[in-house]
């Protein structure tokens, strides 16, 4: 797993080591790393033209130092002062003895318009708020330039990814020592993100929150071994759909069929349509026929009505893991009896964000905040769905899984996405590793599916099993 730390924890670690470095170490040391990979965008430096757009302290400092690497290697630079008597002395003064030269924000529309790449310096990680006016101008101005964002991109939160006023929108992002919050959960304005070690590893406090990789899931991901029968291999059952949501039924049931499970028994008064479309499954017409299973996965489609209520009511009486998702959140936050029911199990609920609001309250701007709230209070395992999707246990352990795309926005794709996690629930996983590789997953197989062009949930459905081949080819 990759960490994720906050502002704070990033500006205390940088504190200790400042006190163990001579003075202006560190920032060079990172600035080094920012001209590598600024180089590499540049393709050929000797002859290229950078514009650094530099605000005050070290956010600018680092842009600075990084020019004065570049303009070392026949590059032209140009540095942007959006406050002049607040730009770092040090970088400054050396990037005036390397050549480089310096430009105030009247004189940048003409610089920009003939750049090779852009270095985003305006704003580091104790910024708050969107851009300036004269610094969003600058911005518009660079349109069409590859922008490099040194830490985050200028106008987006650390913290919380959350983009209040103008911003900028990065190539690439190139922080310093360790991820931050943004560059997952804002994943799509940071674009390729790289860490450049500068040392803070061995001082880091444990992580905020964590990434899972594709070797995490893969270790996890339950494969059959030589002893295993469809009873050990997991059985899971879905009570989802009805005669208006026949297609909830179908997907979540063959999400399940696909992810792996060794039996699915499904429930429900959409059990025709189900046999019709995945044979292997054991479709019945109640919940309380369906069987014996190591999990259930309930509410997709089931209504909110008292029949809805008494599917979830007798899923949670069976005392299994449980994934609960759609009609069945809202039944949970209209009923304090089931609410309670499920305090302390293993529940993995799955919101989106209107869901969210009706069990827990508003999202707000702060996506892990608000999860690792909810599944306090709730005493369940929270999976906030989202571009960028949150996993929260009551614990505080906390998983983001940026998406790439939002292929996955798509009608019935949360269908699908419960019909995983049932069935890694029932393979064994405990509720936050069902929830984080089953989203994990999910948005590889959205990924597969659409290959560029959007794709409907049946589609996702069905690329599940080479998302799952694809975990051990990474």
């Known amino acids: 797993m990759r960490g994720v730390w906050t502002a704070q924890q990033i500006r205390d670690t940088e504190q200790v080591l400042l006190d163990r470095t001579p003075e202006g170490a560190l920032m060079r040391r990172a600035a080094f790393g920012l001209a590598v990979h600024a180089r590499r965008m540049l393709g050929r430096v000797a002859g290229g033209r950078v514009v650094l757009l530099v605000g005050a302290g070290d956010n600018g400092g680092d842009a600075l130092w990084a020019g ?21 002395p040090a970088g400054l003064a050396a990037l005036r003895r390397a050549g480089g030269r310096t430009v105030d924000v009247d004189a940048a529309p003409a610089v920009l318009a003939e750049a090779d790449l852009v270095l985003d310096g305006i704003v580091g990680i104790s910024g708050r708020g969107g851009l300036r006016p004269d610094a969003a101008a600058l911005v518009d101005a660079a349109s069409g330039v590859p922008v490099l964002a040194v830490d985050l991109p200028s106008g987006v939160d650390t913290d919380t990814g959350a983009v209040d006023g103008d911003a900028v929108t990065a190539t690439e992002t190139c922080t310093f020592g360790a991820r931050k919050p943004v560059h997952v959960l804002a994943a799509p304005r940071c674009g390729p993100v790289h860490v450049v070690d500068i040392g803070l590893g061995p001082l880091l406090p444990p992580p905020y929150a964590h990434v899972l990789t594709a070797s995490d899931v893969a270790a996890r991901w339950p494969l059959p071994g030589p002893a295993d029968d469809k009873y050990t291999q997991g059985v899971v059952g879905i009570a989802a759909g009805s005669a208006v949501y026949p297609g909830a039924a179908v997907l979540a049931t063959g999400a399940a069929v696909l992810a792996t499970s060794g039996m699915v028994r499904f429930a429900g008064s959409a059990a025709a349509g189900v046999r019709d479309h995945w044979w292997e499954v054991i479709a019945t017409d109640s919940i309380d026929d369906a069987g014996r299973t190591q999990a259930w996965t309930v509410g997709p489609g089931i209504g909110t009505d008292d029949a809805g209520y008494t599917v979830l009511a007798t899923a949670i009486g069976k005392d299994v893991p449980l994934c609960v998702d759609a009609d069945a959140i809202t039944l949970l936050s209209r009923h304090a009896d089931l609410r309670e029911a499920v305090r302390g199990k293993p529940v993995v609920l799955t919101p989106h964000a209107g869901e969210f609001a009706r069990i827990a309250g508003e999202v707000g701007p702060d996506r ?8 306090a209070e709730l005493g369940v395992t929270v999976l906030l769905k989202g571009n960028a999707t949150v996993v929260a246990d009551p614990d505080g352990r906390t998983l983001v899984h940026p998406a790439t795309s939002s292929w996955a926005a798509t009608a019935g794709s949360g269908d699908v996405l419960s019909g995983i996690i049932g069935a890694l629930l029932a393979a064994g996983l405990e509720p936050w590793w069902a929830a984080g590789c089953g989203a994990f997953l999910h948005a590889r197989a959205a990924e597969i599916a659409a290959d560029g062009a959007p794709a409907p949930a049946s589609a996702l459905q069905a690329a599940i099993p080479e998302a799952i081949r694809s975990l051990r080819a990474d």
């Open 68 to 88: 004065v690497e570049l303009r070392r290697r026949g590059a032209g630079v140009t540095a942007v002062l959006m406050t002049p008597d607040r730009a770092h």
């Open 368 to 375: 892990i905040a608000a999860a690792r709230r909810a599944a």
